[in-house]
């Protein structure tokens, strides 16, 4: 029996060195890496500007806590914010610690207790995020979830509007939902969704741990929307598979998470602050992101071409997800095949390549999705 508790259903791949897309497993088999590390590896395997990066801090400093002042982590607050209408950053060290903190300032800054997220929604595993998360099989089992979570259908303005009420101090959303099925939010939801915040003074928080940090071909997703969320967390794809979370929020938040309100010891680490600055400097230019899109479409054309038209392909810049009767067993074939897809649920398929994926690796990847599909399965 394994020393390692069995709460991850691992493939049987061993994957032990990669490098751009590229991975390789103990036997020496290659794979393209349409994974990314789950919409981690935003600059590829080994990126030489991410080891050097690394390298370099490595023999400066690791650790100092937040005890002391940090320009590194200043500096890195100041690119994320940059041309948008946020204001502070607070770092932790993941995707559910980032919504931890911004539930907690929610409820900190609005003196409200509840929040309204979406069904098949996934904002992590610890209590509060896990409460947040509208899937019941993610709190099964555990007891109790934190109160005061209500979850309406994503895309359901009508539910948004008959949920919220004057205890309501902020709707939390994916612009899209990744776990969940790779869902698109609609144009009219994200305009609901501002609409009454801006009206009933409610905050709005939106996850972009999986879509932010140029995944949508924007720096964060919900610029392609109608949404000016108050908070925006981050984590994935900010350090490019270093460890990282963080939680952006406006000027008028800064005043609720003062001293002794809410902290982490690695927060904000030296190593990972400093690797996530690499990253955001690669990825936040017009000309890098303008190539995210058009990779994007470069992809979802070939898939709808490659894959029978029962297949829908939808997402956002590169997180597309692709439909079928069992994800399984295509993650499966792929994997046999040479590529490495993760699924999101039974019925979907995601593909997530590092953002710096090529072309050529774009047409393997589809040509090897196309073998791996059974030919005569009802794919819808
Ligand atoms: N939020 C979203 C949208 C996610 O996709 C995930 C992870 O998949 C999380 C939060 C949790 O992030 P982490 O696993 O880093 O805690």
């Known amino acids: 029996m394994s020393a390692l508790f069995g709460n991850y259903a691992r493939r049987p791949v061993q994957i032990v060195k990669g490098l751009g897309t590229e991975v390789w497993d103990e036997n020496g088999k290659t794979y393209l890496d349409f994974t990314s590390g789950i919409a981690v590896l935003s600059l590829g395997h080994a990126n030489p500007i991410l080891v050097d990066t690394i390298k370099k801090q490595s023999e400066l400093l690791w650790h100092t806590s937040n005890l002391f002042e940090s320009k590194l982590q200043e500096q890195l607050a100041e690119k994320l914010v940059k041309d948008t209408h946020l204001a502070h950053a607070f770092f932790c060290n993941s995707g559910t610690e980032a919504n931890e ?36 099989k993610v709190h099964s089992g555990f007891g109790p979830i934190v109160e005061k979570f209500e979850y309406i259908p994503y895309n359901d303005a009508e539910s948004l509007l008959s949920t919220v009420d004057d205890e309501t101090a902020a709707i939390m959303l994916e612009v ?116 995210v899109k058009k990779k994007s479409q470069y992809l979802t054309e070939k898939l709808v071409k490659a894959l029978p038209s029962s297949v829908e392909v939808r997402g956002m810049g590169l997180l597309q997800g692709i439909t079928c009767e069992n994800s399984t067993k295509i993650v499966d074939a792929a994997e046999k095949n040479g590529l490495l897809l993760v699924a999101a649920g039974d019925k979907v398929v995601r593909i997530l390549p590092p953002l710096t994926v090529s072309y050529e690796e774009i047409d393997d990847a589809v040509t090897i999705l196309q073998a791996s599909i059974p030919v005569t399965s009802s794919l819808k």
């Open 101 to 136: 903190a911004a539930i907690k300032l929610a409820r900190k800054h609005t003196g409200k207790h509840k929040i309204i997220t979406c069904l098949h929604s996934f904002h992590g595993r610890t209590f509060g995020a896990m409460s947040a998360t509208g899937q019941e």
């Open 176 to 291: 899209v939902q990744g776990e969940g099925g790779v869902h698109v939010i609609t144009p009219e939801f994200a305009e609901a969704i501002q609409k009454v915040c801006e009206e009933k003074d409610i905050l709005c928080i939106v996850d972009e741990v999986q879509t932010g940090i140029g995944r949508s071909g924007t720096a964060y997703a919900y610029m392609q929307t109608a949404l000016k969320p108050d908070i925006v967390t981050l984590a994935k794809g900010l350090a490019g598979g270093f460890p990282i979370g963080a939680m952006l929020g406006t000027a008028k938040l800064y005043d609720s998470f003062g001293p002794g309100t809410h902290g982490s010891t690695f927060g904000g680490n030296p190593l990972a602050v400093s690797v996530a600055t690499t990253v955001v400097n690669e990825i936040f230019n017009k000309e890098f992101l303008q190539n």
